[in-house]
């Protein structure tokens, strides 16, 4: 991710074409607005004087200050569940529980963990979502069954109600959890 933020270039204004871009002198546009977002703040200039945080990532810019990316931020973690956690956790919920099985290695994995992530922020209060890593846990995934990664598993009241397998898109795990929340 690193890499990817570090090759991350934004136009100038001046590089950009005028006369597509410019609002005319007398337009409601030409004055400067602010948007804030609550839930993001992306990208910000921060001052090279100011002390900063180890976990940002940041690159130097020519102005005296530092983009930083603070989409950590609002990112959603879920939370992994163990051999130790998995019987509180998942069977004794009183919610639904969404259950993704997953490896480190796995590529689809990695594809299906920013979907997961949504999902658990936009259910959050009705349903509850944990990440099973395979190699951590092998009983579990063998317990259910799981011979390919990644599944996702829907729990209600204790017991396996559906079993959605590989990276699937988002609207397919929302037609699943739609049925038990």
Request: glycine share 8%; charged share 20%; proline share 7%.
């Amino acid at each position: 991710m690193a890499g990817v933020l570090e090759t991350l270039a934004v136009p100038r204004a001046s590089s950009l074409p005028s006369a597509s871009l410019a609002p005319s002198a007398g337009s409601a546009a030409s004055r400067r607005s602010v948007v804030l977002f609550s839930g993001f703040r992306g990208l910000k200039i921060q001052s090279t004087r100011s002390s900063t945080s180890p976990n940002f990532i940041s690159k130097p810019t020519g102005r005296g200050g530092r983009v930083v990316c603070e989409a950590q931020d609002t990112a959603v973690v879920v939370p992994a569940v163990t051999d130790a956690t998995w019987q509180s956790l998942v069977i004794g919920s009183d919610l639904p529980v969404l259950v993704e099985f997953w490896a480190p290695w796995c590529g689809p994995c990695r594809i299906i963990h920013p979907v997961i992530d949504k999902l658990a922020k936009d259910y959050t209060g009705k349903l509850k979502c944990y990440k099973v890593n395979t190699d951590d846990s092998p009983s579990i995934a063998t317990q259910y069954g799981i011979r390919s990664i990644p599944t996702v598993l829907i729990f209600k009241d204790g017991e396996k109600k559906d079993a959605v397998i590989g990276a699937v898109p988002e609207s397919t795990l929302t037609t699943c959890i739609e049925r038990f929340v």
